[in-house]
């Protein structure tokens, strides 16, 4: 089911050369990049790929009591990364009138009565080290619906913060024994002068020698820079999303509508 990532979001062109599954001469796999209704080993669905909000609601409204499959945003799901709700998007109460709704788009795993995102496979960014990645096993009747998470150990990702006023030395690189098959970022926090002055020839090799690491990652960030950048905002989130996280973030919700009046004026 085309995503997204699969388009230009300004046209809906694909992307991605779906006819890259031609090449396997198989009938197994399905490329969906229109609304559609299938009927699966009797099960009636609902494939709804990306397009814009208005399609999604109104292929939701037209049918009812379907399986629906998806890739776009509700109101009210959680961002990859963050806490924050969202409240833009297709609204949670559009699927009330069907079955259930699997979709695909926001990163981070979340479940309610009506709908879920299973999540992305793996692991993008820093801001999903905490999330479980991984696929549903699903079966499904026209009497009853059972999933089931299949977790696929993802590769382990590790961030850590040196700040210049509590380690100024690092010292705790030394303290650590292994960090076997992990992505590492290390972000220093201070002044220029004082991040320079580390080997970071020395501190790679006891990362991904003594360590066992399979990546690392260098960030540095000057304290006012610290303070602004919103890490929950990532190459997956869009334009709008990005400004009600960043104004919440910043204890502004009111200027959210703002925001996005001039997003309007310029996109």
Known sequence: MIGNHDTDAKVYSLMTESSIFNMLDSNAITVLDQPCEMTINGVDTLMIPWTTDEIVAEWLTKYENKIVFGHW?????????????LSLGISGKLMDRHRYTYLGHYHKPQVTKKWMYVGSLH??????RNDKKGFLWLEASNDKIEHKFIDVKDRPFFQYTINQSEDPDFDQLFKWETLEGYVVKLIFVGEEDWYLRFNMSEIRSRILNTCSAHKLFFEHKTLAESRIRVPEIDSSTSWQEGIEV???KNKRPDMVDLGMDILKEVI
């Open 123 to 128: 692991k993008v960014d820093f801001g999903e």
């Open 73 to 85: 945003g509700v109101d009210g799901a959680l961002v990859s990364g963050t806490e924050y709700v």
């Open 246 to 248: 960043y104004c919440k």
